[in-house]
């Protein structure tokens, strides 16, 4: 026994590890009803797959969700998607295992493994690693673009440029913000990390790997570029307006060929063009701070103790302050672009920094320990306040908000995927069972079907329009209770209520489930 330890220790540990993170997440897809996204990302991957259309949903690669609808496309059997989200637990247990190896083969085993640790109990990477969503495929495929873009640097190997085509390929057929990530952190990376200059022939190549990584992902479809839509919105039809008026001839024979001349990766550069677009129309633009401040309340105090901590402890040591520096450049790329570009201020659009800085702080965790029995201390007690403040989150990872908003305060501050995304219907019907009211008036912000949990109610569920997301399903209960009033947290915000006297703060009862304010 002894023996077999000695052997095989970090993979045992590391089989430990990663089957904790995958019976939290899984325990939470279990528990948590679809979330506002997952039923059109759903339907989308199904459109993918099955019929090969990419024109409904003009804003996000098809890449991730085909590969979590493949299950469904196959003919498996199953309830809520739930082999869905089976296939997005799969890629964040990827995701653990390219961090630890990564990390091990740099710094060794031992830091490999709290790498590990840091990662697997990261509520935000708990959260969505359970959703049918593009947001964990995209975490996964841009830390292994990135970790390839260093070898490159390092090493223009065939072998490398191979795998940083694939990886990058990869990373940008499941999210369309990835290019400026990418950019910008390929920029700094080749500024301080490069040790020769890459080839012209290695650069292409890397380019024409990608291009046919994205194209295979639209199955090697032809289509034309702008879409034959009616949007007055649409930069197409801004630009076409433009054009008629102006009588600009080149104009209008350029918009002429991309709305009729079928192109390789025609869909995806209509996604490029649209997904922009989006962020430009916005007329209520976030305070540049704001996805700043978010991270910052959605990431555990202990991982940013440790962070810190890594950057002070190595700013003497240049081999380490090499590395670790290496390591930041993505995570202030990241957050730094969604600042500047005015990116709507949800973590789960930045979700790709926890990785580095789960490697950065697990070097913190080395650095520290070196200041003997106080050290070994302060990080015993950090690694403990972090796992018990994620384990105390089960099953609503999505909702975790760290000690600085404490918990009855959250739903005063965040909305939306940072805390509520339609994921407690489960709750809110347990909730009933247990107060038996005689009527509840529910003001949900999900598409998911709440029939299916008992809250049968007087108007269709699941509906796209706003209008009837923010209205009130009236819920008959076969009791003889108070009638209540249930707003989730997003409508709360999202739909005024908050500004109606008799939704204030101060009315609310109780939260259910983190997310849903009863009145």
Known sequence: MNAFWHNHKWGVTFVA????????????????SLTYDEILHSQEGLNHLLKQMFTVDPYNPPLTRELQMLPVALGVSTERLFASRLVAVFLGVLLLLSVYVTTRKHFGAGVGLLALLLLAFEPNIVAHSHYVTPDIGTALFFFLAYIALLG??????????IWLGISLGMALASRVFVIPYFIASAAVAGLFGRKSSPRIAHIAAIVLIGFLVVWAAYFFRMDVVIAKREDAARISAKLKNSAMAQRYPILQYGLYVLESQPLPLGNYLATVKN???????????PAWYEMIVNVLLKTPIPLLFLTAGALWRVKREKTERARILTLLIPVVAIVGTAVVTGMEPRVRYVLGIYPFLAIIAAVGVGKIRERGIWGKTIIAMLLIWYVVGTLVQYPHFISYAN???????????L??????WGQSLPDMAAYIQKIKPSHVS?????????NDYGLVSNRQWGSYTFEDICAFHEIALPYNGERLAAISVSN??????SKEPQFAKENVREVVGDSILIF
Request: net charge positive.
């Open 17 to 32: 590890i990663a089957a904790l993170f995958v019976v939290l997440s899984l325990g939470s897809a279990l528990r948590e």
């Open 152 to 161: 490159f640097l390092e090493h223009a190997s065939v072998g490398r440029v």
């Open 275 to 285: 997904s922009f677009l989006r962020g430009m129309q916005n007329t209520s633009k």
């Open 403 to 413: 000690e600085l908003l404490p918990r009855e305060k959250r739903y005063l501050y």
């Open 415 to 420: 909305t939306d995927s940072n805390i509520d």
């Open 442 to 450: 529910f003001s949900y912000f999900g598409r998911d079907n709440g």
């Open 492 to 497: 709360w915000h999202g739909c005024g209520y």
